[in-house]
């Protein structure tokens, strides 16, 4: 599928990553994969994809990190953002909050654990 659209899979967890991967590929996706946000950054630049599925709390650079610096990026702030995260059920012990990443302007969330349905649908909601 020559025209097939590319999502970039960025997680610290590499079973999540394979899951969503294999999911996202049996719906057409080409997928690439990264697992921090630095190696995201990297492979953003050379390879600009359709869509970015993003976990949160990752080492080097994490998920907030990562959106804000595209949306506040010329060249890739309307590359579309679902945040993944994990801390809707341990906001109190974390530094993290559903009100930062609003901020940082990622287009949809989804609460892990991860309902792989929900995800595919809302990922062909977000490339148009």
Do not use: F
Request: aromatic share 6%; charged share 30%; with cysteine.
């Amino acid at each position: 599928m020559a025209d097939a659209k590319y999502v970039l899979v960025v997680d610290d967890d590499p079973d999540l990553v394979e899951t969503v991967s294999m999911n996202l590929e049996a719906k057409g996706y080409e997928v690439g994969k990264a697992y921090d946000g630095l190696e995201a950054q990297d492979s953003i630049k050379s390879r600009r994809p359709d869509a970015i599925v993003l976990d949160v709390m990752m080492p080097r650079k994490n998920g907030y990190e990562l959106c804000e610096d595209l949306k506040n990026d010329p060249q890739y702030k309307d590359i579309p953002i679902l945040m993944l995260t994990a801390v809707g059920s341990a906001v109190s012990s974390t530094t993290y909050t559903h009100q930062d990443g609003m901020q940082l302007l990622a287009d949809d969330y989804l609460p892990k654990p991860v309902d792989m349905d929900k995800l595919v649908n809302l990922v062909g909601e977000l490339i148009p």
